[in-house]
């Protein structure tokens, strides 16, 4: 089984600031790796997915994640937040097949004007 | 585009109530997912289907059942509601194919008083 812990609950930045939001995992077998961005009263979008290949993601939005295979990492990051990036964010682990994903609890991140 | 939709966007019953969630998607995608999302908890399944007539329990199931009697509609069902569901629900589905990601619908948001 896999499991995903996101290290920050709450995640406060100034507008313009950069900002790094941690995502570990666990698992016996290989991942695809994902991050999911929430807004208020809204379900989970796709910002980016790992599959194979290079390690360094882009998504949507400006925000990128690299994938670190030793370190069982997968942070996500973007070199300079707006006030509309502020929402929930999930990572996620599934298996090759798809048929099973893993959640983290979340980090949510608030962007100060 | 994949599409997946829920019935309701916010639901209000009672204690006791028999409460229907339903969730539909527009093409002949397989697998979906039932999750309840809570505060700090992050996403937690409720139950799948990889196809019709076909569930399988996930981590929460107590307290739900569901239904698939046509590929495009997975159904869950609360046989009587309790305080300790209020929560946000949202399906999900995997298309498979050239697609990795979990689709999500808007997502119920359910209050039992």
């Known amino acids: 089984a896999q499991s995903v812990t996101q290290l920050d609950s709450q995640v406060p930045v100034f507008e313009e600031a950069p900002v790094e939001l941690r995502c570990n995992y666990s698992?016996?077998?290989?991942?695809?790796l994902f991050w999911y961005v929430q807004y208020p009263n809204q379900g989970l979008q796709l910002l980016l997915k790992?599959?194979?290949?290079?390690?360094l993601v882009k998504g949507i939005n400006g925000f990128e994640a690299e994938f670190n295979k030793s370190q069982t990492s997968f942070h996500l990051r973007k070199p300079s937040v707006h006030i509309s990036d502020t929402a929930e964010y999930f990572c996620?682990?599934?298996?090759?097949?798809?048929?099973?994903?893993?959640f983290g609890t979340g980090t949510s991140l608030t962007v100060i004007p | 585009d994949v599409k997946v939709t829920q019935s309701s966007r916010y639901l209000v019953k009672r204690t006791g109530e028999k409460v229907f969630l339903e969730c539909v998607q527009d093409?002949?995608?397989?697998?979906m997912f039932w999750y309840r999302q809570d505060p700090g908890l992050g996403l937690r399944l409720i139950y799948f289907?990889?196809?019709?007539?076909?569930?399988e329990k996930g981590d929460i199931p107590e307290g739900y059942s569901v239904s698939r009697e046509k590929k495009e509609r997975f159904s869950l069902i609360l046989e009587s509601a309790s305080t300790n569901q209020t929560s946000m629900y949202l399906c999900?589905?995997?298309?498979?194919?050239?697609?990795?990601?979990?689709?999500f619908g808007p997502g119920t948001r359910l209050t039992v008083l």
């Open positions: 698992s016996s077998v290989s991942v695809y």
């Open positions: 790992y599959l194979s290949g290079s390690t």
């Open positions: 996620a682990v599934s298996d090759l097949a798809g048929n099973q994903f893993y």
């Open positions: 289907s990889y196809d019709v007539k076909m569930k």
């Open positions: 999900a589905i995997t298309p498979g194919g050239s697609y990795n990601e979990q689709f």
């Open positions: 093409m002949d995608h397989e697998n």
